[in-house]
C-alpha cells in the first residue's frame, strides 16, 4: 500500500509552547489529508480535513486557532498545536488519501505536555 | 454520539479458529464501510472494505458481511493466526466514496492464541 510518514513519533513539550507535526505522503499525490485523535480506549476522532491549496474544514468542537493546519503541496500537510497545555497531550495520527482512494495512516504522534 | 459501535473492547481466539469482530451503526446514510488493523506505536492499516450496495466481501482470510436493514456489519478471519493479534476499527463513510470523512468505532482487540 501507499506509504504516509508521520514525524515527529513522540514529542514532549513545556506547556505554552507550540509543536508541529509534519505529515508527508511519499509515492503519492494526497489530495486530501485528514487529522484524527485519539484518547486512551477511545476511538480516531477527526479533527479536521484539508485539501491541498485550500483551508481546513474543522470538525464541530475543534478550536481552529488552537490546531492549525497548513496543506501547502499535494504531500505535505502540518498540525500545529499552538500553546499547547497538558489536555491537549495524546495521540495525533494523519491519513492521506488520493483521488477515488482509501486513506492511508501515518504512525502517528504521542504528544505529552508537561 | 457514537455513530460507530464496537462493543467489543476485546475478543481471544485460539489459532486456526474463526475470529468474528462485529460494528453496529446508526446513521442510515452510512453508505461505504471499511476495517482498519492498528498494532501498538503504528497508524491504522486497511484491510477490507464492503460498498452499501452488497451484503459480502471476500479477501482472502478475511471476509466482510453487511446487514443493512440491521445496520451491522461483521469482519470474519478464517483460520485466525497469531500475527492477527492487533486493534481492529471498523469505520463508516457517508459521501459514497473511499477517501470521505470517516467515522471510526472504538476498536476491538484481537488476541490469537497459539
Known amino acids: 500500500g501507499a506509504v504516509v510518514s508521520q514525524h515527529p513519533s513522540r514529542v514532549i513539550c513545556k506547556s505554552g509552547t507550540s509543536v508541529k507535526i509534519e505529515c508527508r505522503s511519499l509515492?503519492?499525490?494526497?489530495?486530501?489529508m485528514f487529522w484524527y485523535r485519539q484518547f486512551p480506549k477511545k476511538s480516531l476522532m477527526l479533527m479536521a480535513t484539508?485539501?491541498?491549496?485550500?483551508?481546513?474544514?474543522?470538525e464541530q468542537g475543534v478550536e481552529k486557532d488552537k490546531f492549525l493546519i497548513n496543506h501547502a503541496s499535494l504531500t505535505l500537510s502540518t498540525l500545529t498545536v499552538t500553546s499547547a497545555h497538558p489536555e491537549d497531550s495524546s495521540f495525533y495520527i494523519c491519513?492521506?488519501?488520493?483521488?477515488?482512494?482509501?486513506?492511508?495512516f501515518g504512525a502517528g504522534t504521542r504528544l505529552s505536555v508537561l | 454520539d457514537q455513530q460507530v459501535k464496537q462493543n467489543s473492547p476485546s475478543l481471544s481466539v485460539q489459532e486456526g479458529r474463526i475470529s468474528i469482530l462485529n460494528c453496529d451503526y446508526t446513521n442510515s446514510m452510512f453508505d461505504y464501510f471499511l476495517w482498519y488493523k492498528k498494532y501498538p506505536a503504528e497508524g491504522p492499516t486497511f484491510l477490507i472494505s464492503?460498498?452499501?450496495?452488497?451484503d459480502k466481501n471476500e479477501d482472502g482470510r478475511f471476509t466482510v458481511f453487511l446487514n443493512k436493514s440491521a445496520k451491522h456489519l461483521s469482519l470474519h478471519i478464517v483460520p485466525s493466526q497469531p500475527g492477527d493479534s492487533a486493534v481492529y476499527f471498523c469505520?463508516?463513510?457517508?459521501?459514497?466514496?473511499?477517501?470521505?470523512?470517516?467515522?471510526f468505532g472504538q476498536g476491538t482487540i484481537l488476541t490469537v492464541h497459539p
Open positions: 484539508s485539501n491541498e491549496g485550500s483551508k481546513a474544514t474543522y
Open positions: 469505520a463508516a463513510s457517508v459521501e459514497g466514496t473511499s477517501y470521505g470523512k470517516l467515522t
Open positions: 491519513s492521506a488519501s488520493g483521488a477515488g482512494d482509501i486513506q492511508y
Open positions: 509515492d503519492f499525490q494526497a489530495t486530501t
Open positions: 464492503i460498498s452499501s450496495i452488497k
